[in-house]
């Protein structure tokens, strides 16, 4: 059953005040258009029917003669419903909405210092992403900057909060980290061992994403998709694939839709993998991320073997996939399955039974169930602290409608409950897996593709394994890529763990990061 | 604890050899690498990896080599927390605007004699991002560069094959 609660109070609250907009495809998500002045009542409406913030982003759209869209989606179970309203070119700003909901902070942060729409109201301006050396006149996101050309370094300094105080010292780590990881920087202030506060800075790994989507084709689009963040390769060119799908109305085969779902269940299952592994090793267990490490490997190789590629870039694109499999294949991944289970349970048991470990990762990095809620996370740090929710489940594709997902659900919101919820999510997926590869429908790999055709919205939520992956894509005068906004569950989740962290010790630090295990790249874009 | 211990011997040694191929490259370059491994770095190579822009794809391929799959500290290679105590720079890229300050300050950070080898089609030629307003592109276009790694990501086996023969071509 479709609900229609957000739509239905934005309707009747507007009145002839919300016009449903035609250019975002009906097969998507509603979109209304409200006056630029009330945009933040929307917000407010939203806010009192319990709905989420998915997303807050712009889009140059004066190619259409009509200034700036100014766009926010919002949430609530399996109803998703997109608030717009413009920007004119002579007057970019709009109300913001950041006091009504958390998550817009940075995102209406973003929007300025990329897109330089100002959100009239918001009460921390400094740039994100955008680093203080850039010319301040740089809007990399209008479609009058010059992407081509390098920038002029500016002078200038991030204004970081400081704490002050007899005994209160700073630490700076980053932005390149002790390990093999992505590079960010992260601003203690403590006394003694005990964070006081923890403050992110990123933006390190911004490689202009956004912006070069806009110069490729939408077959090459993909490709880019998938290398977002390249852990979550299949998730992200998968919810790409199914944003442009939404707009031209093409289906891929049921096959190729199993076929997907297969991948991402692989997807998941081999990071999970490794992070619980990961987990372990940063509380001093070593022992358990040889052996996870271990059994990831194989998954990837047979990854390697069946669909031609460890991460599985490129094999899912517009219209279907890019891989077939036989009957021995199949064969292959129900063996393979079946010695993943019996390994993963052993070391499960060991995970499970180790009081050192247990010590270490029980009421360590703990996120309330309602900061959780009022920060709107998503995915395994979501369910971690007591959130039921994933996009499998609220708002399936096939073979999600027949094959429906279980999702474990935790309360403590601890560095345990992050692991063990991977524990779950892993169990599940082997059986999804089971189930696709057993009842796999025979039919081709791929539609046609079909090319959008011009001024054209499409909007996708795909459960990757860190969470709900969104993407907005806007075709152009043409029908070329105007606009392809990425949300990774990483620009949400962030700011989880600078709540997570306070009452913890520096010393816990990488433990609780670890344990949300969030994209650099896929956030920074 | 009877598990873990269990566990262990359940499993045993996993360690592969290289693949065949790289297997008798390194056998044909082997006397030479034994001697410049030996010479040069005293039977360890210590790497420091940077990320300097890129997708994380090729981070899970490097934390693969450290696997007991692949196990790269059987040649004495080994990753370190600090520049200052690598002998080389795995780096991998494109090089973002953002992180352009912070890879330089590695690069003098790090004793020479460094070997820089960039990882990953980013890393040796800008890969998809390219270049552009917020990417540099290739990794020599901030650092020297002495070796590159094909692939998106390369495979484990082809990372560690690119070490390899990235420490013989210096002492050659």
Redesign the interface.
């Given at each position: 059953m479709e609900k229609n609660d957000l739509r239905n109070i934005i309707v009747s609250y507007f009145d002839t005040d919300a016009i449903q907009d035609n250019n975002q495809s009906p097969a998507s998500v509603p979109a209304y258009r409200v006056p630029r002045e009330r945009f933040a009542e929307a917000a407010k409406a939203m806010k009192s029917a319990d709905a989420r913030l998915v997303a807050e982003w712009a889009a140059d759209e004066s190619a259409f003669g009509r200034g700036f869209g100014i766009y926010a989606c919002y949430n609530k179970e399996s109803e998703y419903l997109i608030v717009k309203t413009y920007a004119p070119l002579e007057d970019l700003t709009f109300p913001s909405i950041t006091k009504k909901f958390i998550a817009a902070n940075r995102f209406e942060r973003q929007m300025k210092s990329l897109m330089g729409v100002m959100p009239t109201g918001h009460p921390d301006l400094r740039p994100w992403i955008k680093?203080e050396d850039w010319p301040e006149d740089?809007y990399?996101l209008q479609k009058s900057?010059?992407?081509?050309?390098?920038?002029t370094r500016i002078k200038g300094e991030y204004q970081f909060i400081k704490a002050e105080g007899e005994g209160v010292y700073e630490i700076p780590v980053g932005?390149?980290h002790?390990?093999?990881?992505?590079?960010g920087h992260f601003r203690f202030q403590a006394v003694g061992e005990d964070i006081i506060n923890l403050e992110e800075r990123l933006?390190?790994?911004?490689?202009?994403?956004e912006?070069?989507f806009e110069s490729l084709s939408w077959i090459d689009g993909v490709?880019?998709a998938g290398?977002?963040?390249?852990?979550s390769?299949v998730a992200h060119s998968l919810c790409y694939s199914r944003a442009l799908e939404s707009i031209t109305g093409c289906n891929p085969p049921e096959r190729a839709l199993w076929l997907r779902a297969l991948m991402l269940e692989r997807e998941r299952t081999a990071n999970h993998l490794?992070d619980i592994g990961a987990i372990a090793n940063d509380a001093a267990f070593t022992?358990l991320l040889?052996?996870f490490?271990?059994l990831?490997?194989m998954l990837?190789r047979t990854n390697?073997k069946l669909f031609g590629h460890?991460?599985m870039?490129d094999r899912i694109i517009p219209g279907g996939v890019a891989v077939g499999i036989n009957n021995d294949a199949k064969k292959e991944i129900i063996s393979e399955m079946h010695w993943l289970e019996k390994e993963f349970e052993?070391?499960v048991?060991?995970y499970d039974?180790n009081p050192s470990l247990e010590d270490r990762v029980r009421d360590t990095g703990v996120l309330k169930p309602e900061t959780a809620k009022e920060l709107g996370v998503v995915g395994f740090t979501a369910r971690a602290s007591g959130q039921a929710m994933d996009c499998r489940i609220q708002s399936p594709f096939p073979p999600y409608d027949r094959i429906i997902p279980k999702a474990p659900v935790l309360n403590s919101g601890d560095v345990h409950a992050r692991a063990w919820v991977r524990i779950e999510e892993i169990r599940e997926s082997i059986r999804i897996i089971r189930e696709i590869v057993n009842n796999l429908p025979e039919d081709k790999t791929a539609s046609d593709f079909i090319v959008p055709t011009p001024d054209k919205s499409g909007f996708a939520v795909v459960e990757g394994w860190r969470g709900e992956i969104v993407y907005w894509i806007q075709s152009g005068i043409k029908g070329e890529i105007n606009r392809c906004m990425v949300r990774d569950p990483s620009s949400v989740n962030w700011l989880a763990l600078e709540q997570a962290i306070h009452g913890n010790i520096v010393p816990d630090f990488p433990l609780c990061n670890k344990s949300f295990n969030q994209?650099?790249?896929g956030h920074?874009l | 604890m009877i598990r873990i211990l269990h566990q262990i011997f359940r499993t045993g040694i996993v360690t592969e050899p290289l693949p065949a191929e790289a297997e008798a490259e390194i056998q044909e370059l082997g006397a030479k690498l034994e001697d410049a491994v030996r010479r040069r770095f005293r039977r360890s190579l210590t790497i420091r990896a940077v990320d300097a822009g890129s997708c994380n794809g090729c981070e899970l391929e490097i934390h693969a080599i450290n696997n007991p799959i692949y196990n790269c500290e059987r040649f004495g290679i080994h990753f370190t927390a600090s520049p200052r105590f690598a002998d080389m720079l795995l780096v991998t890229g494109p090089v973002s605007r953002n992180m352009e300050i912070a890879l330089k300050r590695t690069y003098n950070a790090a004793p020479p004699p460094k070997l820089v080898v960039a990882v990953g089609d980013c890393g040796c030629n800008g890969g998809i991002f390219g270049e552009s307003y917020a990417s540099l592109g290739s990794i020599d276009k901030a650092i020297p560069v002495d070796a590159c790694i094909h692939g998106c990501p390369p495979a484990p086996a082809a990372i560690l094959k690119g070490i390899l023969k990235a420490i013989i071509g210096i002492s050659l």
């Amino acid at each position: 059953m479709e609900k229609n609660d957000l739509r239905n109070i934005i309707v009747s609250y507007f009145d002839t005040d919300a016009i449903q907009d035609n250019n975002q495809s009906p097969a998507s998500v509603p979109a209304y258009r409200v006056p630029r002045e009330r945009f933040a009542e929307a917000a407010k409406a939203m806010k009192s029917a319990d709905a989420r913030l998915v997303a807050e982003w712009a889009a140059d759209e004066s190619a259409f003669g009509r200034g700036f869209g100014i766009y926010a989606c919002y949430n609530k179970e399996s109803e998703y419903l997109i608030v717009k309203t413009y920007a004119p070119l002579e007057d970019l700003t709009f109300p913001s909405i950041t006091k009504k909901f958390i998550a817009a902070n940075r995102f209406e942060r973003q929007m300025k210092s990329l897109m330089g729409v100002m959100p009239t109201g918001h009460p921390d301006l400094r740039p994100w992403i955008k680093h203080e050396d850039w010319p301040e006149d740089a809007y990399p996101l209008q479609k009058s900057f010059d992407a081509s050309k390098p920038m002029t370094r500016i002078k200038g300094e991030y204004q970081f909060i400081k704490a002050e105080g007899e005994g209160v010292y700073e630490i700076p780590v980053g932005p390149v980290h002790a390990g093999i990881i992505e590079p960010g920087h992260f601003r203690f202030q403590a006394v003694g061992e005990d964070i006081i506060n923890l403050e992110e800075r990123l933006g390190y790994v911004h490689k202009g994403i956004e912006k070069r989507f806009e110069s490729l084709s939408w077959i090459d689009g993909v490709k880019l998709a998938g290398r977002v963040s390249g852990d979550s390769a299949v998730a992200h060119s998968l919810c790409y694939s199914r944003a442009l799908e939404s707009i031209t109305g093409c289906n891929p085969p049921e096959r190729a839709l199993w076929l997907r779902a297969l991948m991402l269940e692989r997807e998941r299952t081999a990071n999970h993998l490794g992070d619980i592994g990961a987990i372990a090793n940063d509380a001093a267990f070593t022992f358990l991320l040889y052996q996870f490490s271990r059994l990831r490997e194989m998954l990837l190789r047979t990854n390697l073997k069946l669909f031609g590629h460890r991460f599985m870039m490129d094999r899912i694109i517009p219209g279907g996939v890019a891989v077939g499999i036989n009957n021995d294949a199949k064969k292959e991944i129900i063996s393979e399955m079946h010695w993943l289970e019996k390994e993963f349970e052993r070391l499960v048991v060991i995970y499970d039974e180790n009081p050192s470990l247990e010590d270490r990762v029980r009421d360590t990095g703990v996120l309330k169930p309602e900061t959780a809620k009022e920060l709107g996370v998503v995915g395994f740090t979501a369910r971690a602290s007591g959130q039921a929710m994933d996009c499998r489940i609220q708002s399936p594709f096939p073979p999600y409608d027949r094959i429906i997902p279980k999702a474990p659900v935790l309360n403590s919101g601890d560095v345990h409950a992050r692991a063990w919820v991977r524990i779950e999510e892993i169990r599940e997926s082997i059986r999804i897996i089971r189930e696709i590869v057993n009842n796999l429908p025979e039919d081709k790999t791929a539609s046609d593709f079909i090319v959008p055709t011009p001024d054209k919205s499409g909007f996708a939520v795909v459960e990757g394994w860190r969470g709900e992956i969104v993407y907005w894509i806007q075709s152009g005068i043409k029908g070329e890529i105007n606009r392809c906004m990425v949300r990774d569950p990483s620009s949400v989740n962030w700011l989880a763990l600078e709540q997570a962290i306070h009452g913890n010790i520096v010393p816990d630090f990488p433990l609780c990061n670890k344990s949300f295990n969030q994209s650099y790249s896929g956030h920074d874009l | 604890m009877i598990r873990i211990l269990h566990q262990i011997f359940r499993t045993g040694i996993v360690t592969e050899p290289l693949p065949a191929e790289a297997e008798a490259e390194i056998q044909e370059l082997g006397a030479k690498l034994e001697d410049a491994v030996r010479r040069r770095f005293r039977r360890s190579l210590t790497i420091r990896a940077v990320d300097a822009g890129s997708c994380n794809g090729c981070e899970l391929e490097i934390h693969a080599i450290n696997n007991p799959i692949y196990n790269c500290e059987r040649f004495g290679i080994h990753f370190t927390a600090s520049p200052r105590f690598a002998d080389m720079l795995l780096v991998t890229g494109p090089v973002s605007r953002n992180m352009e300050i912070a890879l330089k300050r590695t690069y003098n950070a790090a004793p020479p004699p460094k070997l820089v080898v960039a990882v990953g089609d980013c890393g040796c030629n800008g890969g998809i991002f390219g270049e552009s307003y917020a990417s540099l592109g290739s990794i020599d276009k901030a650092i020297p560069v002495d070796a590159c790694i094909h692939g998106c990501p390369p495979a484990p086996a082809a990372i560690l094959k690119g070490i390899l023969k990235a420490i013989i071509g210096i002492s050659l």
